[in-house]
């Protein structure tokens, strides 16, 4: 017999046993390859998905291939360990180390060969599905048409064959130095009574109490130096709750005779004490990866359900136009779109320059404009207070949160082609005013020509417009609609036949903001169905890792008098417990968080779409539980 024929009927004999190894190497396969092709996609190249959502979409790839390393190696490493008595066997009748691990090394070819194959076939099939769902939610005028990128292919098999090298790496070194007595004992070593401390578990609800407190009581502003210590206090409390927390209360449990001495609750209640106390470090990630779910998906659930609240704070006018653009009134009475009002800027420059020191230049986009048009714009489009300039003298209008213009100074109007660099007392000013006054406003969306707004007297700016409005005058055009919700299509057609830059708008900034919110949902959800896949993974490796025990410890309760419907109970609450006590300290974290963040960032209530999408875990969980249940029982069970 070849040592390739050994390890193909090794693969097949395994296969339950490597079942959640092929799968999840699959499934990460499958996803990088479809995040893959979705970032070479030709026409993604084309469309305007801005410069973060592409940053967000290449980061995403190796995120996936940092996860398929680290389940896939937790999946592996665990039936390596199962099986270390066939390999001590293996070894006992004269198989060298070197054979052992190249018929390994075969064994993860062969596994890893069809995990890649099935990965980017099932990418294949649900491409055009996936491009189309991506076009939904990034708000694309056109879908995205089915692509089959090679180089996805080819990149997707270079870095999947590394990582199945980098396995097939790590379990010959494991298996190098290990002697043949303890391969041929392999996990049947006895298991010491679970202890616990109270001090430590105390120690762990001290850390989760003061944690929650600094989340809750915490300014806005001190935000960001207390986020360590709290997720520390977070991490440290967690574990030591599941660690030792849990082997207490099973322990009280236990004490509780009239519950434990019914039916087989004490058969149950003792070997899930040794199940949690044994397991207490794969509860515990599992417990941090769906907490990191929930909060993902929870958070961008409710931020996407209030963007139309959000856009008008940094895009109030309805519509504006900087520049002269045509066809704008045609446009709006083409898609039906009602003007309430319409009022126009003379501008005159682009840059507003105000030198606080010798060495010290501040340069500062706006224009200059006249007063009795601005308080037309301010009176008409944003019901703001009109403004009174001295004659001779200047104020500025600025949208942003402060101006670095002091009330006395004085500041100069300039044009772009003033270089940087210029020294002082060199520059070369359309017109040089003193600031009698700053005032904040809202008035105007995010423009170059309108951030710093120098509004002069209508004698001033009279005389600017007649010497430099033919070169560096322009015109700023404001309007406001009876119904803004109603004006996306003219706006989005406008900003498609016209410079982006020209065209600014509140159903404009809607449609940024839900593309972007939505976006990172997607994502948000692709990283909690990853969190999912490797914590599920992790727990149905732990069933299997410890298989041969159970299965020793039924069979001998069995004979005793356990009957196979008791022993199916048993494990069956065991494994709901380890599937469903992780899930339940994880929405507990994540209602904190999400109710938390909700509060401070979004000043309004999360919870309600945390609620939903725990929920929506908690059935992918119950479906993951009854797949693992039902193949776990099945092989316990079997006499072969």
Known sequence: MTLLSLAVKNVRHRALSYSAYFLSGSFAVWLFFLYTSLLYHPELQEKT??????????????????????????????????????????TLLGMKPGQVSRMVWVENSIIGAAAVGTGVGFGLVFGRLFYLVVGRV????TPLAFHVSGRAMLLTGIVFAAIYALISIATQLRLAGAPVATLLKGLARPQAAPRWSPYWAGLGAL??????????????????????????GLLVGTYLLIAQGSVGLLRR???????????????TVSQLLYKVAGNARILFMVSILS???????????????????YAPASAPRHLMVAGAVPGVEETLVSHQVAVHARV??????????????????????????????VNRWLTALAQEAPLTVPEGQAVILYGGNRTPVPPGADVQLADDSLPPETPPGRETPLATVTVAETRATKAFNQHPLVNELLVLDDAAFSRLWAEHGKNYGTTVTGYSFARWEASGKALAALEHS????????????????????????????FLALLFFLAAGNLLYCKLFTDLYQDRLQYQALHKVGVAVVEIRQVVSAQALVLFFAPLLVAAVHAFVAVGVLGHRLFKENLLPYMAVVAVGYALLQGAYYLVARRVFLRALLSTK
């Open 49 to 90: 998905v801005g410069y973060g959502v592409r940053a967000t979409m290449e980061m995403m790839q190796w995120v996936v291939s940092g996860f398929a390393v680290f389940f896939m190696l937790y999946a592996h490493s665990a039936f390596v360990r199962v099986r270390q008595p066939e390999f001590g066997l293996f």
């Open 138 to 141: 990034l708000y694309l005028e």
């Open 207 to 232: 850390c989760l109490v003061l944690s929650y407190g600094m989340a809750f009581t915490i300014h806005l502003d001190e935000m960001q130096g207390a986020v360590a210590p709290i997720l520390l």
């Open 253 to 267: 449990i236990q004490r509780a005779r009239p519950f434990c001495w019914r039916g087989i609750n004490l058969l």
């Open 291 to 309: 907490a990191m779910a929930l909060v993902a998906v929870g958070v961008y659930a409710g931020s996407v359900r209030n963007m139309a609240e």
């Open 344 to 373: 126009e800027l003379l501008a005159v420059g682009n840059t507003v320059l105000y030198r606080s020191a010798p060495a010290h230049l501040y340069r500062m986009e706006g224009s200059a404009v006249s007063v009795s048009a």
């Open 498 to 525: 016209h410079d982006r830059r020209t065209i600014t708008g509140t159903a404009l900034n809607l449609l940024r903001l839900k593309r972007d919110a939505a976006f990172m949902l997607f994502v948000s959800g």
